[in-house]
């Protein structure tokens, strides 16, 4: 009768016993002095490549690989990584106590690993060429899995100060550099300082010391200079690769947010924001005011999204492949920074995005945050008068991409302050994605979804938000239950439009993704924008300046949503006014539009007294609403006293102040916004 065939759990039992052995034995040999020392270190580096090689493998095992039913799978194999990890932290004991001593002031000799060690930096610094567009993180993973003996020295220089609280720790202060001997999976790594101490120091309070050596210096500019070559060499690339610039930099550079992380302020799956990078650097592309201006045909001579209806002469319907509108209810279980920065605003950053690249504009939802559940965030509050844009949670995507992986991205977000240096930062609190398409190929369901928030970034996989919530795995169903309960969660809702929002969305642009309630005020735009771009110019071959101050600077609005604000409130309140056939009358609407938008928001624009706008600023932004309420209060009780109407009559009575006007905010320049 052939042997029974042993399963992969108890394949991994087995090998766990035999290190156990290894490393009990290993043990008694070294505390009776049995055998050279250099010979125990040397089995102590095998023992650690066998564990962690073992550690790897029963983290990847499921119940799924048993050839036959195990009874108590998932505590079983919990035990098993607990012994594993007991078995590692003795093997670092081990190897801390038989690692080689520092130089010392008598012998000024460099060991011969060292020494080749710093031969097998050269040689690598020499083969990175071939290999520069390689990020630092695959790097670390691969000096991880060599042997200690065999990692490479790099310099190392120290992000914050820390202080050993264990015996093998290593003190260090902020400014130091360190040559790191040993790098470990477990991310304390062996260290030397530049008296020759010796300890273990946490890898995240450590940055590569590329500013230290000339040799290192030169490599970066090279890679620098590569990477500059690879990202704009030919137009396909560049534009493929568009995104991936502000997201390499926001995983290898460092600022104060993995200061921040190394000290323990904020939880280890929070990253700088990644969309936060792009509307920051990569200029307009990724705003709104940049998506609703026209956009040119191939030919250059037309427009491939603005058309009119010779019949009817508005803008025609266009459809679009996806058309949806959603709702933010709540965040779920987000933690929170810790005492060392003052949170200024919580929000989400949403836009359409396929796994690789951003699609739409970047949209911003602010959420309401309550002291008594601080993990808790809300949308769409309950306010007297109109809601703002900004906290508004009922949003729409149009979106003409053909990708089956189209779907929605959400980061949650804070802006931060630290109370320390006054320093101010956009943090991720992590992600969530909802594709808008099912694996056939078809829209999915309008209901509610409560899609898990991952830590890291957009590109990061398997990255949880705080590690403490993925620590071990649970054995029973309570405690998974349990567990589910713990993870952050972001809770939508998709559902459909009613026909006249139907309509309004489809005179949109192909591309946008913004709030619901200005869909209006957009259709509007988009109407005066038809009329002047096809109805009212000479020739479509001209490109003379046009002179339509509300053209002009209607984008700018999207950039500043206390003053679209500002606008929807002076339009509400005449569109009340309005009779059933005035609003019918697209002429008659067009004009108190216009009348409307001078007489409130254009004033509003070039006031002295408003101050610029600044994004989670809350004294700025408490001085904004104070300066646009008083403003729009005066002028409408200037119009009750003096009959006008409104209009460009403001600028010229004395009593109003502004600012001196520039060509541009009264001047629609198509060839300066066409995209």
Known sequence: MPPKRKGPLQLAQREVDEIKKQVDSLTKDVHSHGGSTEEAFRRC?????????????????TKADELAPVGNYDQRKQEEEGRLQNLLERINALSLELSPPGPSSAAGVVSKEESEDEDDDEDDDEDSNDDEDDVDDDEDEKEAGKPPALSEHRLYKVLSDFKGEQEGDLSVQKGEVLRVIRTTAD??????????????????????????????EEDDEEESEDE????????????????????????????????????????????????????????????ASHNIQPKLSESKLSFSDLFLDPDTGRVRARQVRTCVCFSLWSCRMIPTPGVGVQVLSRHIRLCAFDGTEVLSNIHTVRATYNPKSPKTWTFSPRVTGILPTLLDGECFLRCNSASPDLGILF????????????????????????????????PIPYRTYELPVNGGTPYEKDVAVEAAVTRGSPAGVFQQMLQARRQPKLIIKLKSANNSTRTQLSLLPDTLLHSQNCIQLLALHRQLLADALLLDRPTMQNADPICRPLLATFPKLLDEPDLLDALRTAWLGTE?????????????????????????????????????????????????ARVIFSI???????????????????????????????VTELTFDLLQVVR
């Open 187 to 216: 991310g304390w790594w062996l260290a030397q300082d530049t008296k020759g101490n010796r300890g273990v120091v946490p890898k995240n309070y450590l940055k590569m010391g590329s500013v230290v050596d000339d040799e290192n």
């Open 632 to 662: 729009l209060e005066a002028l409408k009780e200037s119009q009750q006293t003096t009959g006008q109407s409104g209009g460009k009559e403001l600028f010229v009575d004395p009593i109003n102040q502004h600012l001196a006007f520039d």
């Open 45 to 61: 580096q095998e023992l650690q490549l066998s564990a962690e090689k073992t550690q790897r493998m029963l983290k990847n095992l």
């Open 576 to 624: 009340t006014s309005m009779s059933r056939s005035q609003k019918r009358d697209m002429s008659h609407v067009k004009q108190e539009f216009s009348k409307i938008y001078m007489s409130s928001t254009y004033f509003l624009l070039h006031s002295p007294s408003l101050p610029c706008y600044r994004w989670a600023d809350p004294p700025s932004e408490e001085q904004r």
């Open 411 to 442: 980061e949650l977000g804070v802006t931060f302050i630290r109370n320390s240096t006054g320093e101010r930062g956009d943090l991720s609190c992590g992600w969530a994605f909802l594709k808008l398409t099912d694996d056939s190929g078809n």
């Open 228 to 287: 500059s070559e690879e990202l704009t060499g030919d137009g396909e690339k560049q534009s493929g690769t568009s995104n991936w610039g502000p997201v390499r930099k926001a995983l290898t550079e460092i600022d104060a947010t993995d200061v921040l992380s190394a000290m323990g302020a904020i939880p280890s799956g929070f990253r700088p924001s990644t969309l936060n990078k792009l509307l920051v650097e990569e200029g307009a592309t990724y705003r």
